[in-house]
């Protein structure tokens, strides 16, 4: 026996495809003794409505993905040289940004598929899960080093991975780099994220070269390409 369909709940319940497709998708659009009539018609028959098929009827998934570094993982950050104190507080911070997003998605109505990026990189997971027409958006990129040629090398890593993304038929909307400031993270003031460096002390603050180097990508709009 098949399973009923919205046709069988609209025929039970004595109204149109279109009542029944409001009571799910905006039951305040429906008068309350209707509403209910066409919820007994959809629980006599055993209905479950859809959401894979409402998403192809209107092109949206109601799902908000985020990938991210697993810091649990010793395969997620090969070269890190955090000890395990900051380990710790970064993973105390991504907890707190999952969280936040996690609410955030709920209370406008979607859910947040979560996955953990793994050494070799999540570009295969991010395709894979997003499809080339979901928008994506690469939030908190960056490095914490002293050596600026570091973070260089990074960005310019991360952007071509970008670039290649968007040539794949991703599509990518945006790319923040992290950050424009040092500032307080993982439990103090010494990760040096920030393309501009600030001192404690004066609060003086110096544009690094990377930050300069960036600013000139923006510009000109050429991505300058990876060794090899």
């Known amino acids: 026996m098949s399973a009923p369909t919205v046709y069988d709940v609209a025929e039970r319940s004595g109204v149109s495809i279109a009542t029944v497709s409001r009571v799910y998708r905006n039951?305040?659009?429906?008068?309350?003794?209707?509403?209910?009539?066409?919820?007994?018609?959809?629980?006599?028959?055993?209905?479950?409505?859809?959401?894979?098929?409402?998403?192809?009827?209107?092109?949206?998934?109601?799902?908000l993905g985020l990938c991210f570094p697993d810091y649990a993982?010793?395969?997620?950050?090969?070269?890190?040289?955090?000890?395990s104190d900051a380990d710790d507080a970064a993973m105390l911070y991504s907890g707190q940004i999952i969280r936040g997003m996690e609410r955030a998605a709920r209370r406008h109505g979607y859910a947040l598929l979560i996955a953990a990026?793994?050494?070799?990189?999540?570009?295969?997971?991010?395709?894979?899960?997003?499809?080339?027409?979901?928008?994506?958006?690469?939030?908190?990129n960056g490095i914490a080093t002293a050596d600026d040629t570091r973070r260089?090398?990074?960005?310019?890593?991360?952007?071509?991975?970008?670039?290649?993304?968007?040539?794949?038929?991703?599509?990518?909307?945006?790319?923040?780099?992290?950050?424009?400031?040092?500032?307080?993270?993982?439990?103090?003031?010494?990760?040096?994220?920030?393309?501009i460096a600030v001192d404690r002390e004066t609060f003086e603050r110096t544009a690094r070269p990377s930050a300069l180097w960036l600013g000139s990508l923006g510009r000109t709009r050429e991505l300058p390409r990876t060794a090899g």
């Open 117 to 140: 990026s793994l050494e070799g990189g999540p570009e295969s997971l991010v395709a894979e899960v997003a499809g080339p027409d979901m928008p994506l958006i690469v939030t908190e």
């Open 152 to 195: 260089v090398a990074c960005y310019t890593g991360a952007l071509n991975e970008v670039a290649s993304a968007i040539e794949d038929g991703l599509d990518v909307r945006g790319y923040l780099a992290w950050s424009a400031l040092d500032n307080y993270e993982w439990g103090s003031f010494a990760p040096a994220f920030g393309l």
């Open 27 to 63: 039951p305040g659009s429906v008068r309350d003794r209707t509403r209910e009539r066409v919820l007994e018609a959809a629980r006599e028959l055993g209905y479950v409505p859809s959401g894979n098929a409402r998403g192809l009827a209107s092109r949206t998934t109601g799902v």
């Open 73 to 83: 993982d010793p395969d997620a950050e090969a070269d890190a040289e955090a000890d």
